[in-house]
């Protein structure tokens, strides 16, 4: 006898009728990659691991990961019956990547394994691309100086005494070139400047970006599963310890992605991508886009948000996670909007643990402070299109 597994099919319900999905739009950061940073020796004594890849590609890690959450999405889109064919169509789903190796990478392996025998285009741009390029926008030298005074502002205010102790300890950074050439020995009093330029990422020179840069590599080790002695040398196997000092990466990217004036500013073209096809009722049904964290994070931002926080992940912005916008409609032609974020937990990423519909990825429901949730994470989809003509 054929014995199929019992899926608890739980249907998405408002005010006792049951809804269908009738769009998606994924926004998604591109999965595990090697470090970006170049530097880190200068931070460090200690030998940091060797990777395959270069600087900022998608790993076999990232691969594999990232084709499980492609399997993982066909198979739930269409059991919500938004697939009508085997192969789908590009105004069924559409795919579309920045053009660093590791969001193509990512885009294809998403794609190659949520429709194995489909052969699905991966639309990019030939060179930057605007619509994902983190950039600044505005020439005003009034916006570049309002800016500045934002970011530093922020980092007057941080207090990360604690988290760079902890990582002073872990790098040995007393014994680093850094401190021993540059004379930059102290993490907690070193200076950070900010610097923000049209047409440039903002960014912060100093112990905080250090520190981001370190943190970033340790997080990579530990999802690429490198032996735990190998990941931070052994110095990171607690969660109390990984506590200590991911405040630090928090408030880096905080300060420059997370304030409202460089969030509007620097994911304007993306938004304006975005609102276009949640607007125009002949867009595809599924579209993916795949990007970086300064996408998810200024569009989380810019669209206002509230605070989220993500269980059993280190990161805010997980590598490999994404803000999954859904139209859902009753059958009287009510449409309504809910969003997750959909990622994995870092464990299991580590340990490189399958997706399918009896092991999900973790759906964390997110809330727009002006579209107001009426019930099971829903709100009002011309509540939506109201916030999005106002952005
Ligand atoms: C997949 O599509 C591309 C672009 O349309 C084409 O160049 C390639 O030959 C196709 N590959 C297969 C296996 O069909
Ligand atoms: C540029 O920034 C200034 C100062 O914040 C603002 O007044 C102006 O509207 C901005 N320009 C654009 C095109 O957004
Ligand atoms: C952080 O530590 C530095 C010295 O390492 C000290 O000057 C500063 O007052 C400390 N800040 C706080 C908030 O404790
Ligand atoms: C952005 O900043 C707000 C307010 O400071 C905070 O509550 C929120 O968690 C931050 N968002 C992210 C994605 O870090
Ligand atoms: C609502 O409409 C959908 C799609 O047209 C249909 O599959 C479903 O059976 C309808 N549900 C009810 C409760 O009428």
């Not at 994902?132 to 309002?146: A, D, K, L, Y």
């Not at 400047?193 to 047409?199: H, I, L, N, R």
């Not at 997080?219 to 990984?242: C, H, P, R, S």
């Not at 096809?277 to 994070?297: S, V, W």
Request: aromatic share 10%.
């Amino acid at each position: 006898m054929d014995i199929k597994p019992l899926l608890i099919f739980c249907a998405l319900i408002l005010n006792s009728e049951e809804l269908y999905l009738k769009q998606v739009v994924i926004l998604s950061r591109h999965n595990v990659r090697t470090p970006l940073s170049k530097t880190l020796s200068q931070t460090s004594p200690k030998p940091w691991p060797k990777w395959n890849e270069k600087p900022g590609y998608l790993t076999p890690k990232g691969t594999l990961l990232e084709g499980y959450m492609g399997e993982y999405f066909y198979s739930w889109l269409n059991q919500e019956n938004l697939l009508t064919q085997e192969c789908p169509s590009e105004n069924e789903f559409y795919v579309y990547a920045n053009t660093a190796q590791r969001t193509l990478a990512s885009a294809k392996s998403f794609a190659d394994n949520a429709f194995p025998r489909c052969n699905i285009t991966i639309h990019h741009a030939n060179q930057v691309d605007p619509i994902f390029n983190p950039v600044i926008h505005n020439t005003s030298s009034i916006f570049v100086q309002e800016a500045l005074e934002i970011m530093e502002n922020h980092m007057k205010n941080l207090h990360l005494n604690h988290s760079y102790d902890a990582l002073e300890q872990i790098l040995d950074y007393t014994h680093s070139e850094k401190c021993i050439e540059d004379h930059c020995c102290n993490l907690a009093t070193d200076k950070n400047t900010a610097s923000v330029k049209t047409g440039t990422k903002p960014n912060i020179n100093g112990p905080l970006q250090i520190c981001k840069s370190a943190i970033d590599s340790f997080i990579m080790e530990y999802y690429e599963a490198f032996d735990m002695k190998n990941v931070a040398w052994g110095l990171l196997n607690t969660n109390k310890q990984w506590e200590s000092i991911l405040d630090i990466s928090h408030s880096y990217h905080n300060i420059i992605f997370n304030t409202t004036l460089l969030a509007k500013d620097i994911s304007e073209p993306l938004l304006k991508y975005m609102t276009d096809i949640f607007l125009d009722e002949n867009k595809p049904t599924i579209t993916l886009l795949m990007g970086h964290d300064a996408n998810l994070y200024t569009v989380l931002n810019a669209m206002d948000f509230k605070p989220y926080s993500l269980k059993e992940q280190h990161e805010i912005t997980p590598v490999g996670g994404k803000i999954v916008f859904q139209k859902w409609s009753d059958n009287n032609t009510n449409d309504y909007l809910k969003i997750d974020y959909v990622y994995q937990p870092s464990e299991q990423m580590r340990n490189g643990v399958k997706l399918s519909l009896e092991n999900p990825p973790i759906f964390e429901t997110l809330e727009l402070k002006y579209c107001k949730v009426i019930d099971n994470g829903l709100c009002l989809w011309k509540d939506f299109k109201n916030l999005l003509m106002h952005l």
